[in-house]
């Protein structure tokens, strides 16, 4: 099992910035790539950064069209930490953003709560 708390979500006008963070616990060692997804009202989840080990040529990060240039994904292993660091918030960007740890065997996916990010125009 895999336990995931996100926290840093809030409300930003267009323009700003804000940083989220997932503490992950458990079974960390069995997961293969961890990232962020979110879901605005009536739309589907959708990925917004995924973050995963490249061995030693160091992380390998892949990010959504739509957030590339604005916001970073990085991870801190010692202290089992994800973070997503949004700048040039829009209000687009508005929605419930989900934290995602992928374990590959047996595969698994699991999920934070969730943390609301609120941009206004």
């Known amino acids: 099992q895999v336990q995931l708390v996100e926290s840093g979500g809030g409300l930003v006008q267009a323009g700003g910035s804000l940083r989220l963070s997932c503490a992950a616990s458990g079974s960390i060692f069995r997961v293969n790539a961890m990232g962020w997804y979110r879901q605005a009202p009536g739309k589907q989840r959708e990925l917004v950064a995924v973050?995963?080990?490249?061995?030693?040529?160091?992380?390998?990060?892949n990010y959504a069209n739509s957030v590339k240039g604005r916001f970073t994904i990085s991870r801190d292993n010692a202290k089992n930490t994800v973070y997503l660091e949004m700048n040039s918030l829009k209000p687009e960007d508005t929605a419930v953003y989900f934290c995602h740890a992928f374990v590959p065997i047996p595969p698994m996916n699991y999920w934070g709560q969730g943390t609301q990010v609120t941009v206004s125009s």
């Open positions: 973050i995963r080990s490249g061995g030693t040529s160091g992380d390998i990060t």
